[in-house]
């Protein structure tokens, strides 16, 4: 199931949309150029064929105007009496099939008398032409057909008027013309001539007429009533204003106006009709009628709306298919990819043996899986190392931890160093680095007054500095038990170390014999860092320099000399490794050589055991968070002198 | 059972009081102007009365009061001026309710005709009805002075439409409505509500002969009840009256749209008023007659007020 921000969704998506878009603006495109230029060939062919019809119509009110002009200009040109009237109306009745009835209306001037009334009528009934003599219930005299001609003094059309004769009801329209007395000298009014026409003719020859399926033609009188309509409910109700009205649009009465002003148009899109419509127009002449011929609009676009339609159906189909097509190669792309991104995550919690999505295709997302692949091996064979590395590792450690405690269980630990000798006191203390170091001290005694003590550096770090010490300690401590002499120790020693010296290393030793007798002490210092001497009573600690002399190790032949001096009573002498003055701090500055000697001189101790846990406390609180690069070895020796109180044995101090 | 009951009880008591067949005569042909007449009818309220009630229009030619008078019809509707001439000729009248108290009638023209004040009139032709119905225009031309000449009007708006005339008589809720129904817009035309020039006659009012009240008082009570259901009815469901009316039309040829007659029936229902509480005052007042009988004879149009013109409005 693709996830909707998966790609394949969006890809999808976004190219549906595309496809949709690109799709609906072809169409409508496409929809309304056939529009457009349906409309145009419309306009030409409606004005051809509405013209056909406007001629029928035409022909008909042309004749009957011909036939009723003819008869008046007949009554006028001759000097024929009221009775003579009506025979030539009944010949041109009978000449006109068209006319339904023909009335010949007099003026009261003309009869006579104010009141008198004369109005002849022939007219059609039953297949029949009869004569009537009776003046209807209402004054002629004041009814359009007669009033509107005689006022206006020129032919009219009246409005269309329903005439009610016994059961029969007839839609009637009439001609009339002012007809003039016959005498060229008078030219007073003799009468009103009338020419009816039943327009249920027209109705129904306007119903013949098809446009298209549904459309239809609109005879529409000089006020805007609807004379002809499909809908015989509209004839004479309707009219073009009211139905105008029912819309509430403005822009329609504009439209009525127009339709009923005398010339020719075509509407587009008006619902004036009851159906939405393009609507032509033209004036019958002859009359003030207009003939309005309506194409209702959904069945003009039927055919245009059903290809647009078609159309629009093999386009979504096709939509449809794309869209299938693009799931299926984003499902191709993304569900590897997911597969891919599962194994990433059970990978990364050690599951190697996670599965790859098949390599289908040799596209991008193949070569992904395949890189993956190889990236999983390749993993697989780095972890394997690292486990076989770290495992060496930690046994390699174990062994390093073990070879340091060795190496620190070689260190004497007994103090004082010779049990019942209260003449001197030395104390020592070495903190290893977290590597194995080569800082080791020793003591013993040569004889049974004088004490052998020493402090040592191995160059280098590590399994051969530790073992480049102990051999180094063994050498020292076998060579010292038939020498007399620091000097020959260390010549002998140096001797036996620069030998068979393969490896290069070298050693700095300060060595020196204390006879506890006298507190004459004899020293070599081979290129160890000078110790200090702490003097009594006030005096400052002071380096105590000899002539520097080689380390041990480098150089086959090398003779060490001595150096002598005596201690007082109370006197002490600081051993140190560089693993003190080197110590560093979060600054990257030494503890240094300067510092140590105002420590030693600010803070006087009482005792060896607390000088050296004060020196330890400080350079360590010097160092703080640093961590300690180089073993820490500080070795402190006191002499008393004769006849000093025996201190009380102590236990081993050595701290690691 | 109950189907079966009812008509037997309403056949029962039909036995006992026979309804009382009435002929009533509209001013005009079938119109909105008559709504409530025709749905007091439709809805049986005539029924209900005990009348059995047939509505006649106005033929043409002849008025509702001519048929009155000449005992054709038992009711009429007319116009209180044509009432009080034809009381002033002798005829036995009285109003028995006087639906229209304010008078609709306009003079009409054209804007570019140039007629913008009454007085401009002077000297045009001017369209006028023909009969009782040009009383109110008439009264209003001598009030005011007007020399202008006369033509008479037929029932059509043609005559003004082709130019025949400068004015023409018309009633705001009727002619005044087909006129823009023909074309011209509101703005194109000028009207004169003749109330706002002091020719304010009440006009709708009924009306029987003094006899049919003596002896049918207690039916033509019943009558101008029921009429009063009906128009309260077509006011309450205007497009259900104005259905009832398109019906009457078409079967009697008139022609007519539903547009015009809700206009129709919207001015009736102003120039009816609004019923105060115990419905419309449909009385006639004497101080109404008084005025348009005095106007009448003042302006030469009827001899004398007859003495017993406050016979027309009843107790």
């Given at each position: 199931?693709a996830?909707f921000?998966?790609?394949g969704a969006r890809l999808a998506l976004y190219v549906t949309l595309c496809v949709a878009i690109i799709l609906g603006a072809s169409l409508g495109l496409y929809q309304y150029q056939a529009r457009e230029l349906l409309l145009q060939r419309l306009q030409e062919n409606a004005q051809s064929r509405s013209?056909?019809l406007?001629?029928?119509?035409?022909?008909?009110?042309?004749?009957?105007?011909?036939?009723?002009?003819?008869?008046?200009?007949?009554?006028?040109?001759?000097?024929?009496?009221?009775?003579?009237?009506?025979?030539?109306?009944?010949?041109?009745?009978?000449?006109?099939?068209?006319?339904?009835?023909?009335?010949?209306?007099?003026?009261?001037?003309?009869?006579?008398?104010?009141?008198?009334?004369?109005?002849?009528?022939?007219?059609?009934?039953?297949?029949?032409?009869?004569?009537?003599?009776?003046?209807?219930?209402?004054?002629?005299?004041?009814?359009?057909?007669?009033?509107?001609?005689?006022?206006?003094?020129?032919?009219?059309?009246?409005?269309?008027?329903?005439?009610?004769?016994?059961?029969?009801?007839?839609?009637?329209?009439?001609?009339?013309?002012?007809?003039?007395?016959?005498?060229?000298?008078?030219?007073?009014?003799?009468?009103?001539?009338?020419?009816?026409?039943?327009?249920?003719?027209?109705?129904?020859?306007?119903a013949e007429f098809k446009v298209l399926q549904h459309g239809f033609a609109v005879?529409?009188?000089?006020?805007?009533?609807?004379?002809?309509?499909p809908d015989?409910?509209?004839?004479?109700?309707?009219?073009?204003?009211?139905?105008?009205?029912?819309w509430?649009d403005?822009?329609?009465?504009?439209q009525?106006?127009?339709?009923?002003?005398?010339?020719?148009g075509f509407i587009q899109n008006t619902p004036l009709f009851g159906v939405m419509a393009h609507v032509y127009f033209?004036?019958?002449?002859?009359?003030?009628?207009?003939?309005a011929i309506v194409f209702p609009e959904n069945e003009l676009f039927r055919d245009i709306n059903r290809l647009t339609l078609n159309a629009a159906i093999v386009g979504s189909l096709g939509l449809g298919l794309s869209l299938l097509v693009v799931l299926s190669i984003a499902g191709s792309?993304?569900?590897?990819?997911?597969?891919?991104?599962?194994?990433?995550?059970?990978?990364?919690?050690?599951?190697?043996?996670?599965?790859?999505?098949?390599?289908?295709?040799?596209?991008?997302?193949?070569?992904?899986?395949?890189?993956?692949?190889?990236?999983?091996?390749?993993?697989?064979?780095?972890?394997?190392?690292?486990?076989?590395?770290?495992?060496?590792?930690?046994?390699?450690?174990?062994?390093?931890?073990?070879?340091?405690?060795?190496?620190?269980?070689?260190?004497?630990?007994?103090?004082?160093?010779?049990?019942?000798?209260?003449?001197?006191?030395?104390?020592?203390?070495?903190?290893?680095?977290?590597?194995?170091?080569?800082?080791?001290?020793?003591?013993?005694?040569?004889?049974?007054?004088?004490?052998?003590?020493?402090?040592?550096?191995?160059?280098?770090?590590?399994?051969?500095?530790?073992?480049?010490?102990?051999?180094?300690?063994?050498?020292?401590?076998?060579?010292?038990?038939?020498?007399?002499?620091?000097?020959?120790?260390?010549?002998?020693?140096?001797?036996?170390?620069?030998?068979?010296?393969?490896?290069?290393?070298?050693?700095?030793?300060?060595?020196?014999?204390?006879?506890?007798?006298?507190?004459?002490?004899?020293?070599?210092?081979?290129?160890?860092?000078?110790?200090?001497?702490?003097?009594?009573?006030?005096?400052?600690?002071?380096?105590?320099?000899?002539?520097?002399?080689?380390?041990?190790?480098?150089?086959?032949?090398?003779?060490?000399?001595?150096?002598?001096?005596?201690?007082?009573?109370?006197?002490?002498?600081?051993?140190?490794?560089?693993?003190?003055?080197?110590?560093?701090?979060?600054?990257?500055?030494?503890?240094?050589?300067?510092?140590?000697?105002?420590?030693?001189?600010?803070?006087?101790?009482?005792?060896?055991?607390?000088?050296?846990?004060?020196?330890?406390?400080?350079?360590?609180?010097?160092?703080?968070?640093?961590?300690?690069?180089?073993?820490?070895?500080?070795?402190?020796?006191?002499?008393?002198?004769?006849?000093?109180?025996?201190?009380?044995?102590?236990?081993?101090?050595?701290?690691? | 059972?109950?189907?079966?009951?009812?008509?037997?009880?309403?056949?029962?008591?039909?036995?006992?009081?026979?309804?009382?067949?009435?002929?009533?005569?509209?001013?005009?042909?079938?119109?909105?102007?008559?709504?409530?007449?025709?749905?007091?009818?439709?809805?049986?309220?005539?029924?209900?009365?005990?009348?059995?009630?047939?509505?006649?229009?106005?033929?043409?030619?002849?008025?509702?009061?001519?048929?009155?008078?000449?005992?054709?019809?038992?009711?009429?509707?007319?116009?209180?001026?044509?009432?009080?001439?034809?009381?002033?000729?002798?005829?036995?009248?009285?109003?028995?309710?006087?639906?229209?108290?304010?008078?609709?009638?306009?003079?009409?023209?054209?804007?570019?005709?140039?007629?913008?004040?009454?007085?401009?009139?002077?000297?045009?032709?001017?369209?006028?009805?023909?009969?009782?119905?040009?009383?109110?225009?008439?009264?209003?031309?001598?009030?005011?002075?007007?020399?202008?000449?006369?033509?008479?009007?037929?029932?059509?708006?043609?005559?003004?439409?082709?130019?025949?005339?400068?004015?023409?008589?018309?009633?705001?809720?009727?002619?005044?409505?087909?006129?823009?129904?023909?074309?011209?817009?509101?703005?194109?035309?000028?009207?004169?509500?003749?109330?706002?020039?002091?020719?304010?006659?009440?006009?709708?009012?009924?009306?029987?002969?003094?006899?049919?009240?003596?002896?049918?008082?207690?039916?033509?009570?019943?009558?101008?009840?029921?009429?009063?259901?009906?128009?309260?009815?077509?006011?309450?469901?205007?497009?259900?009256?104005?259905?009832?009316?398109?019906?009457?039309?078409?079967?009697?040829?008139?022609?007519?749209?539903?547009?015009?007659?809700?206009?129709?029936?919207?001015?009736?229902?102003?120039?009816?008023?609004?019923?105060?509480?115990?419905?419309?005052?449909?009385?006639?007042?004497?101080?109404?007659?008084?005025?348009?009988?005095?106007?009448?004879?003042?302006?030469?149009?009827?001899?004398?007020?007859?003495?017993?013109?406050?016979?027309?409005?009843?107790?």
């Amino acid at each position: 199931m693709a996830r909707f921000s998966g790609i394949g969704a969006r890809l999808a998506l976004y190219v549906t949309l595309c496809v949709a878009i690109i799709l609906g603006a072809s169409l409508g495109l496409y929809q309304y150029q056939a529009r457009e230029l349906l409309l145009q060939r419309l306009q030409e062919n409606a004005q051809s064929r509405s013209l056909a019809l406007v001629q029928r119509v035409e022909r008909v009110l042309i004749t009957v105007r011909r036939a009723i002009e003819t008869l008046a200009g007949t009554l006028e040109s001759a000097s024929l009496s009221q009775d003579d009237v009506p025979g030539l109306m009944r010949h041109t009745l009978e000449m006109n099939p068209e006319i339904f009835g023909i009335a010949m209306g007099f003026e009261p001037s003309a009869l006579g008398h104010p009141d008198r009334r004369h109005v002849p009528y022939v007219f059609r009934r039953d297949g029949r032409i009869e004569l009537s003599l009776e003046p209807g219930a209402q004054d002629y005299l004041f009814e359009d057909w007669y009033q509107i001609p005689r006022e206006l003094g020129l032919p009219e059309w009246s409005e269309p008027y329903y005439e009610l004769d016994d059961d029969n009801v007839q839609l009637i329209a009439t001609f009339s013309l002012p007809v003039m007395q016959p005498k060229s000298d008078d030219q007073r009014l003799r009468g009103i001539l009338a020419a009816d026409i039943a327009l249920d003719w027209f109705t129904c020859e306007l119903a013949e007429f098809k446009v298209l399926q549904h459309g239809f033609a609109v005879l529409i009188s000089r006020n805007g009533a609807v004379l002809s309509h499909p809908d015989t409910d509209c004839i004479m109700n309707e009219n073009l204003f009211s139905l105008a009205a029912a819309w509430s649009d403005s822009a329609l009465r504009e439209q009525a106006r127009t339709m009923i002003g005398g010339g020719e148009g075509f509407i587009q899109n008006t619902p004036l009709f009851g159906v939405m419509a393009h609507v032509y127009f033209a004036p019958i002449a002859g009359s003030d009628w207009t003939l309005a011929i309506v194409f209702p609009e959904n069945e003009l676009f039927r055919d245009i709306n059903r290809l647009t339609l078609n159309a629009a159906i093999v386009g979504s189909l096709g939509l449809g298919l794309s869209l299938l097509v693009v799931l299926s190669i984003a499902g191709s792309i993304s569900r590897p990819l997911r597969v891919l991104a599962d194994s990433t995550e059970r990978i990364a919690k050690s599951d190697f043996d996670a599965p790859l999505p098949e390599v289908q295709r040799g596209d991008e997302v193949g070569q992904l899986t395949e890189s993956f692949a190889a990236m999983r091996t390749a993993l697989r064979q780095h972890i394997e190392w690292l486990r076989t590395t770290t495992a060496a590792k930690e046994r390699i450690e174990s062994e390093l931890a073990i070879a340091r405690d060795i190496q620190m269980s070689i260190l004497p630990k007994l103090f004082p160093p010779i049990p019942n000798r209260d003449e001197f006191d030395l104390r020592a203390l070495i903190v290893p680095a977290r590597e194995v170091g080569g800082d080791f001290y020793d003591f013993f005694p040569l004889d049974k007054d004088r004490l052998c003590f020493l402090i040592a550096d191995v160059s280098g770090k590590g399994v051969p500095a530790a073992l480049f010490m102990a051999v180094t300690k063994t050498l020292i401590k076998s060579t010292a038990r038939d020498r007399q002499d620091p000097a020959e120790i260390l010549t002998q020693v140096n001797a036996e170390l620069a030998a068979d010296n393969a490896s290069n290393m070298f050693v700095t030793v300060f060595c020196g014999v204390l006879d506890a007798r006298t507190g004459a002490l004899e020293y070599v210092n081979a290129g160890h860092n000078p110790p200090v001497l702490i003097g009594t009573g006030g005096q400052s600690p002071r380096w105590l320099k000899g002539t520097p002399q080689l380390l041990l190790g480098i150089m086959e032949g090398v003779v060490y000399r001595s150096a002598s001096l005596r201690l007082a009573p109370g006197e002490r002498l600081l051993l140190y490794t560089d693993g003190v003055t080197e110590a560093m701090n979060g600054q990257d500055e030494f503890y240094s050589e300067v510092r140590l000697l105002d420590t030693l001189e600010s803070e006087p101790q009482p005792d060896l055991v607390s000088l050296l846990a004060m020196l330890l406390e400080r350079v360590q609180s010097f160092a703080g968070e640093t961590p300690q690069s180089d073993d820490i070895t500080l070795l402190a020796i006191e002499y008393r002198g004769q006849g000093q109180r025996p201190i009380a044995p102590s236990s081993a101090s050595v701290e690691f | 059972m109950l189907l079966f009951i009812v008509p037997q009880t309403r056949a029962g008591s039909d036995a006992v009081v026979p309804p009382t067949p009435l002929l009533l005569m509209l001013a005009w042909q079938p119109q909105a102007q008559f709504a409530g007449y025709y749905v007091a009818l439709e809805h049986g309220f005539y029924h209900e009365a005990g009348i059995e009630l047939t509505i006649l229009s106005a033929d043409r030619g002849r008025s509702a009061l001519a048929a009155l008078r000449a005992g054709e019809v038992d009711l009429a509707v007319a116009w209180l001026a044509a009432a009080i001439k034809a009381r002033a000729d002798g005829a036995p009248l009285v109003n028995v309710a006087q639906l229209l108290p304010r008078s609709s009638v306009v003079l009409i023209t054209r804007v570019s005709s140039g007629v913008h004040r009454l007085s401009d009139l002077g000297g045009r032709r001017v369209g006028m009805w023909m009969g009782d119905a040009a009383l109110p225009v008439e009264a209003l031309l001598r009030e005011q002075n007007l020399e202008v000449e006369r033509v008479p009007q037929s029932t059509t708006i043609n005559l003004f439409l082709r130019g025949g005339v400068e004015a023409m008589s018309g009633m705001l809720y009727n002619e005044y409505h087909l006129l823009i129904d023909a074309g011209p817009e509101p703005e194109e035309v000028m009207v004169f509500p003749l109330a706002e020039h002091g020719i304010d006659f009440p006009e709708d009012g009924l009306y029987v002969l003094e006899q049919t009240q003596r002896e049918k008082s207690a039916v033509i009570a019943a009558f101008v009840a029921a009429t009063r259901r009906g128009w309260e009815q077509a006011f309450a469901d205007p497009e259900g009256a104005l259905d009832l009316v398109l019906r009457r039309q078409r079967a009697e040829y008139v022609p007519a749209n539903r547009t015009h007659q809700r206009w129709m029936l919207e001015q009736i229902r102003a120039a009816m008023g609004e019923p105060g509480e115990n419905g419309w005052d449909w009385r006639l007042h004497r101080e109404d007659v008084e005025r348009v009988g005095d106007l009448l004879q003042r302006l030469d149009m009827i001899d004398a007020v007859p003495s017993d013109i406050e016979r027309l409005g009843a107790e």
